[in-house]
């Protein structure tokens, strides 16, 4: 039996197309999965490019999200029916990914969707609303209320960045969302943002130690912006890094750790556990609605991944792809 999927090859030279491929071929594990939808990231866009060494082993089926219904289980925690998401877990690098109509997973991986979400909410969210949903959670248990001050959230129009925003919004919180992109600040704000900001302010080196301004922050860029961003956070503030869009770098002082107190959380999607997993998708259900997801995603087919992630490395892109693996 063969399914379709987004197959990259490096022989004899890089290639990346939608083929026919050998559903015996599947990696082992004690789940398969009938895939419906998946989603198009940015770590998605920089293999289908081959722009950046993300794939580690070849062939590979690309795609680090896969949503489904669970078609076969040797594990008890599944059952034939199951409406299930994956995400990270090496998927679309050193394992075959969610951009194909079946994926085979280990039993530990899989989450049962909660309740009102299916397949396509779970795509919609995909790994960017799900880390996005562990960095508000990093933020809340740090103690941080919304009578404590604004919220920053950079990268805004991104993936991760839209349903952060979204999240805190709905939360009470006033959000501040940067971005480089000013023709977006309506969609921001019809997201829940209280304030747009341009992402020149935070692009350049900064005082280690700066006004005041911030009770937390969101941040997905890293590098200038991540070291400014830290040097505004108020007296036992908390910032939540998920992302290096801007740069691997962190151009910083201790400055606002040592006397601010201010604390760093580093977000870790790919390999987080199973618990923290359903608890960030308990979150996501109980304050995104499946409607709320309508104004941030564009659905597109398999064939539209190679042209899509063209535009997402040219950053052109704003809100979330949603796959359908069928169309």
């Known amino acids: 039996m063969t399914f379709k999927a987004l197959l990259l ?11 026919d491929v050998d559903q015996a071929a599947l990696p082992e594990g004690e789940v398969l999965i009938r895939v419906s939808h998946s989603t198009l990231n940015y ?13 580690r082993a070849w062939p590979m089926v690309a795609g680090i999200d896969a949503a489904g219904v669970v ?19 090496g ?45 508000v959670q990093a933020l809340e248990k740090h103690g ?7 919220i920053l959230v950079t990268g805004a129009t991104g993936g991760v960045g839209s349903i952060a925003a979204l999240l805190l919004a709905r939360a009470g919180f006033q959000v501040l969302a940067v971005t480089g992109k000013a023709a977006e600040a309506d969609y921001l704000k019809r997201l829940g943002a209280a304030e747009v900001m341009a992402r020149a302010e935070f692009s350049a080196p900064g005082k280690p130690l700066q006004k005041e301004r911030f009770a937390g922050v969101v941040d997905t860029l890293g590098s200038h912006a991540l070291a400014n961003a830290c ?20 151009p910083a002082s201790v400055a606002p750790f040592i006397l601010r107190g201010v604390t760093l959380y580093g977000i870790d999607s790919v390999y987080a556990s ?12 109980e304050r995104i609605a499946p409607a709320d997801l309508a104004g941030i995603v564009k659905v597109i087919g398999l064939s539209a991944c190679i042209p899509a992630a063209e535009e997402i490395l040219a950053g052109k892109m704003a809100g979330r792809y949603v796959v359908d693996v069928d169309r």
């Not at 925690?77 to 299930?84: K, Q």
């Open 231 to 250: 040097a505004q956070v108020k007296r036992n503030g908390a910032v939540a890094a998920c992302g290096l869009a801007m740069g691997m770098d962190f």
């Open 274 to 285: 199973r618990a923290r997993r359903e608890s960030a998708w308990a979150l996501l259900a």
């Open 71 to 89: 078609e076969s289980s040797a594990s008890p925690d599944f059952r034939p029916g199951d409406a299930v998401v994956v995400n990270g877990w």
């Open 9 to 19: 090859e490096n022989q004899p030279a890089f290639s990346a197309r939608v083929a």
């Open 91 to 135: 998927q679309g690098e050193s394992r075959w990914g969610g951009l194909g109509q079946y994926a085979r997973v280990p039993a530990d991986w899989p989450v049962k969707l909660p309740a009102p979400y299916g397949p396509f909410e779970a795509a919609a969210v995909g790994t960017a609303g799900y880390t996005a949903a562990l960095c």
């Open 43 to 55: 770590k998605d866009a920089l293999a289908i490019g081959n722009t950046s060494p993300i794939v």
């Open 144 to 150: 941080i209320k919304p009578e404590d001050g604004p």
